[in-house]
C-alpha cells in the first residue's frame, strides 16, 4: 500500500514520507483508472495556524532518483516556488508510484522508447530544462515554477487507463486540472502541454519543453544504443567463449 505522511515539527516545516517498497524491473505498462492518480495531499502540507502552505523542508520518496532530483532542483527554490511546491511535490509522488511505466504508449511509433521508464524520461526532461533556466533565467521564479509544473506533468497521463479524445497529452491535463486550479498561470501550463508536439509552437513555455523533450529523446536514444552495442559485444564474447570450450573439448578427444 503506498501512501504520504506528511509530519510538521514545532516551526510548521512539514516533512513527506512515502512509504512502500520497491521492485527492480524493466519499464512493464500498469494501466490504472485516472481519478486514481489524481487524488490530492496537499491539504497535508498546509499549516492549520495560518492557513498558508508549510515550508518543505525534506521531502523523502521510494525512488533515490526523484529524492535526488528533490534535492537538487527543487529544495533550493522552495522559497520561491511558494504555490507551485505542493503542485510539484503530488507530481513527484505520482511518479514515485506509477513510474515503472514505460514513457511511452502502445500507440507511439517508436517501439523503442518502451526501455525508458515514465520516471527517467520525465525527470530527465525536467533536468534539462530546469539546467538550462538556471543558466539563462537564473531571477526568473515564475518560469521556473512554469517550467517544473509542465514538465513533470506533460506525460503523466501515460499510465491511466482512460481512453481520451486528445491522447495522452489530455489525460495528462485531466489529471492536473485539480492541482493547477488555483494558479494565475495555468493556462500557460495548459498551453503548452497541448501544443509543444506541434511543429511550431507558439509560447515560450511550449518551447522549452519541445527543445527539452526532444533533447531527453535523443540521450535516451544514446543511452539504449550504448546498451544494444554493449550487449551484442558481450552476446559474442559468449559465443567466442563456447567455441573455444568445444574446440578444446575436441582436441583431447
Not at 514545532?10 to 512515502?18: L, N
Not at 515554477?145 to 506533460?154: G, M, N, P, R
Request: aromatic share 6%; charged share 25%; hydrophobic share 40%.
Amino acid at each position: 500500500m503506498f501512501y504520504i505522511e506528511a509530519l510538521k515539527n514545532s516551526k510548521g516545516a512539514v516533512r513527506c514520507f512515502c512509504k512502500n517498497k520497491r521492485w527492480l524491473h524493466r519499464p512493464k505498462a500498469k494501466e490504472v483508472p485516472l481519478e486514481s492518480l489524481a487524488k490530492l495531499w496537499t491539504d497535508d502540507v498546509i499549516d492549520n495556524d495560518s492557513g498558508k502552505l508549510g515550508h518543505i523542508a525534506e521531502a523523502l520518496w521510494i525512488s533515490r532518483e526523484i529524492n535526488s532530483f528533490y534535492r537538487t532542483y527543487i529544495a533550493p527554490y522552495n522559497s520561491s516556488l511558494v504555490k507551485a511546491l505542493p503542485v510539484v511535490c503530488e507530481l513527484l509522488t505520482i511518479l514515485d508510484k506509477h513510474g515503472d511505466n514505460p514513457s511511452t504508449t502502445e500507440y507511439h511509433i517508436d517501439k523503442a522508447f518502451d526501455r525508458i521508464s515514465l520516471r527517467d524520461h520525465t525527470l530527465r526532461v525536467a533536468r534539462i530544462a530546469m539546467d538550462m533556466i538556471r543558466k539563462n533565467h537564473r531571477d526568473d521564479d515564475l518560469l521556473l515554477s512554469k517550467v517544473l509544473i509542465t514538465t513533470l506533468a506533460h506525460d503523466i497521463g501515460i499510465p491511466s487507463s482512460e481512453n481520451v479524445l486528445g491522447g495522452t497529452h489530455m489525460k495528462s491535463l485531466l489529471m492536473i486540472g485539480n492541482l493547477i486550479s488555483d494558479l494565475p498561470y495555468k493556462d500557460s501550463i495548459i498551453e503548452a502541454i497541448q501544443t509543444f508536439v506541434e511543429d511550431n509552437p507558439r509560447s515560450e513555455l511550449a518551447k522549452i519543453l519541445k527543445a527539452t523533450n526532444s533533447a531527453a529523446r535523443e540521450q535516451e536514444l544514446n543511452k539504449l544504443r550504448l546498451l544494444d552495442k554493449e550487449n551484442s559485444h558481450s552476446d559474442i564474447a559468449h559465443m567466442l567463449q563456447a567455441i573455444n570450450i568445444k574446440t578444446s573439448q575436441g582436441g583431447r578427444q
